[in-house]
């Protein structure tokens, strides 16, 4: 790694051969790394997969590697991406985001030569995903805007709410999503399922009819658009949805062909979501005495379905075939496929093909699961230090005793409060790739009125500070702005 840093960024260095005669190092070396992360992924990996992340690759033109790569074959020329494990999470990041601002240049640009071709007046709105919705039929509205402007998905996203002054420049999609998010994955909706022992959901068995899908895939959909568009979600989906998301990373061109089958899921994998479960099975396959006699089970499962225990055949005749000692790893392994793929396949099936619909790129297939996962969900780790460093300020300088004053208040917030700070500045609790230093967080000056509470222009993660003339004051008005924070305070 380190001589693939050295090679790259020392071209003119005098200790090393002429670059001319060394073209061929770079390449080997990286070859050489991608048969050991072959090997790493063969068993149990022995390096997690960041150790084999080159960071200094994050300062190369990685848009003329991605584009080389696309449009040259491997043997033409070399590109990092043909080596995707090499690059940084930021690194991907980077061509992701570029890549589809290309995208949403395109698409634009195709819109207007539409227009112009049907001799038409072009407007703004041809640029963009215009989402128009009403905050009481948020879930309806937002599936009809969706369906009905399928062709605008890889625009640029902007939201209007109903009956409300105020233009989109960030803050209006950042509620949107966080609103919708909020009301699909309520319990009462139940669409998904949340499990308290590990703090995740997964998808409801039995939402099949053709309403339930058409959510489903809004979803997918809303996945693909936060990440398209750099927004943050807060979803907690175990790791092994976004293996499903991955399932395969092309979308099939047939479309009766399976998607998001994970093969031979394992007890790990339902640890994730129902660890309870998974523990009772490890307990099968390890118990020491007669199964058949001791636990009297079948080839069956019992799940729940709109709140009522359903039991499922796991196999022919499955009622009246007793689990044995013999028989219990077959036993487990269908019930995880069952549990983990086929009680959910239609549900996972319109999610996958909705976030496809919006991120199916040359750029997704070179992430991981757990990749993608940072970039729909970014971190929980909050470094308000970090952030402090990287403030901008307009109106106020550093050093000034408000500042101070201000970072010492946000100090002493429990970690729930600072989440709620977080949520009121940039419109999200969460911290996105790059960590805190790359939210851009700037404090501008606010009137000397001491009356005034904060404001945030989330779309810009931008707080605007009045003049408060002690701590407790500034401590007080702060707090009252971040508690009600939603429909109060924030643009």
């Not at 101070?404 to 409060?417: A, P, T």
């Amino acid at each position: 790694m380190q001589f693939i840093t050295l090679r790259q960024f020392s071209p003119n260095d005098k200790s090393l051969p002429p670059l001319g005669k060394t073209l061929w190092w770079i390449p080997s070396a990286t070859k050489n790394l991608a048969l050991i992360n072959a090997a790493n992924k063969l068993g149990t990996e022995l390096l997690h997969f960041t150790e084999l992340y080159n960071s200094a690759l994050d300062h190369i033109d990685l848009m003329r590697d991605y584009y080389n790569w696309q449009s040259l074959g491997p043997y033409e020329c070399f590109s990092y991406c043909q080596y995707p494990f090499i690059l940084s999470i930021v690194a991907k990041r980077i061509i992701l985001t570029k890549d589809s601002e290309q995208q949403m240049i395109l698409n634009a640009r195709k819109s207007l030569v539409s227009k112009v071709a049907r001799r038409q007046t072009p407007n703004i709105d041809i640029f963009f995903l215009n989402i128009n919705v009403r905050r009481s039929h948020l879930v309806q509205d937002s599936l009809n805007e969706i369906a009905f402007k399928q062709k605008d998905l890889k625009k640029k996203l902007k939201v209007t709410f109903a009956g409300e002054p105020g233009l989109d420049m960030g803050g209006l999609t950042k509620e949107w999503f966080l609103l919708l998010i909020r009301e699909i994955f309520h319990a009462e909706y139940g669409m998904f399922v949340y499990y308290s022992h590990s703090r995740c959901y997964w998808f409801s068995t039995g939402q099949t009819d053709h309403t339930n899908l058409r959510e489903y895939n809004l979803i997918g959909v809303l996945m693909g658009l936060a990440v398209y568009n750099s927004i943050i979600l807060d979803l907690s989906f175990p790791g092994i949805c976004y293996r499903k998301l991955l399932s395969p990373p092309v979308v099939p061109t047939v479309n009766d062909d399976s998607v998001g089958i994970v093969e031979n899921p394992t007890l790990d994998d339902l640890n994730e979501i129902m660890p309870d479960v998974a523990s009772g099975l490890k307990h099968l396959l390890e118990y020491e005495g007669n199964v058949e006699e001791d636990m009297g089970l079948t080839f069956q499962v019992s799940l729940e379905e709109h709140r009522t225990p359903k039991t499922h055949k796991l196999k022919p005749n499955g009622e009246n075939i007793p689990v044995t000692n013999e028989s219990r790893e077959e036993y487990v392994n269908l019930y995880l496929n069952w549990v983990l793929n086929l009680s959910i396949y239609e549900q996972f099936r319109a999610f996958y093909f909705g976030f496809h619909s919006v991120c199916a790129s040359n750029a997704l297939i070179m992430l991981r699961p757990e990749e993608v996962e940072l970039l729909v969900c970014g971190t929980d780790t909050l470094d308000l230090h970090e952030l402090r460093k990287a403030t901008e300020y307009d109106g106020y300088r550093p050093d000034d005793n408000i500042i101070s004053v201000f970072w010492n208040v946000v100090d002493s917030l429990s970690d729930d409060q600072k989440r709620k700070f977080l949520l009121f500045v940039t419109g999200s609790d969460r911290v996105p790739v790059g960590g805190m230093g790359d939210m851009n967080f700037k404090i501008t000056r606010g009137p000397n009125r001491s009356d005034y509470l904060p404001e945030a222009h989330t779309c810009f993660n931008q707080l605007v500070l009045p003049q408060y003339p002690d701590h407790d004051q500034l401590k007080e008005k702060l707090m009252t702005a971040i508690l009600n924070a939603e429909g109060f305070g924030m643009e």
